[in-house]
């Protein structure tokens, strides 16, 4: 294995503890528009760019709204927490801490609402860990492709082999690791039906930030 020299990290569900929320979100903003979520629609979405689940909602459920609107009320339902009240995963900042300590250059790479990671970053006082933070958006492919990936590591300098990305959703880990990338699953309460798929995947698999931080993983840069 070649040595690792930088880091792609998720944000939500990996080190914003933020996926719970966005469960319950899909649901009240389909009930204020008088339907009632269908079981899965959380594991629906959640795979998709901001853009798409917006498309999505208007097409399933006939909404008299255009999929920006859908974009726009969503945006504003999330926004309270994102400014407010959602926290870190316990350890992340102990990790970034360690990470900037050996000088290891990291980017963010997201599909969330570009306006809700910076409220949340700034919050949380994270915002200066990373060189570059990096949602879809129309020249730049959800995380079903490896673009957001691949135009991470070209800014940080380094092949996908000696990149490690971070992430909790089993199908951007699937994409990572499909293209060359050192993948780290990050277990999050919300994905455990995926856990037992997400840790075959990975190169290797993690429920905590302090866990990654007391492991060897470090010793690999």
């Known amino acids: 294995m070649n040595r690792l020299k930088s880091i792609i990290f998720d944000m939500d569900g990996t080190l914003l503890d933020s996926m719970g929320m966005w469960q319950r979100l899909d649901r009240i903003?389909?009930?204020e528009n008088g339907i009632e979520p269908p079981a899965d629609i959380s594991e629906i979405v959640k795979k998709m760019t901001v853009d798409a689940s917006s498309a999505?909602?208007?097409e399933r459920f006939s909404l008299p709204m255009t999929p920006q609107q859908v974009r726009e009320r969503v945006e504003q339902l999330a926004a309270e927490d994102y400014l407010l009240h959602l926290p870190l995963k316990p350890g992340a900042v102990g990790f970034l801490e360690a990470v900037r300590e050996r000088g290891i250059p990291c980017v963010l790479a997201s599909a969330n609402y570009p306006s809700l990671l910076e409220a949340a970053m700034k919050r949380l006082g994270i915002d200066g860990y990373f060189r570059a933070v990096l949602t879809p958006d129309a020249s730049r492919a959800g995380k079903h492709e490896p673009d957001i990936y691949l135009e991470a590591a070209q800014i940080?300098?380094?092949?996908p082999a000696e990149t490690a990305v971070i992430e909790d959703a089993?199908?951007?880990?699937?994409?990572?690791?499909?293209?060359?990338f050192y993948t780290v699953g990050f277990r999050d309460p919300d994905g455990r039906a995926d856990w037992d798929t997400l840790a075959a995947v990975s190169d290797r698999c993690i429920d905590s930030w302090p866990e990654l931080t007391a492991s060897d993983f470090l010793q690999l840069f």
């Open 29 to 31: 903003f389909l009930r």
């Open 156 to 159: 940080l300098g380094t092949e």
């Open 170 to 180: 089993l199908y951007a880990a699937e994409t990572a690791k499909s293209a060359g």
């Open 56 to 58: 999505y909602f208007v």
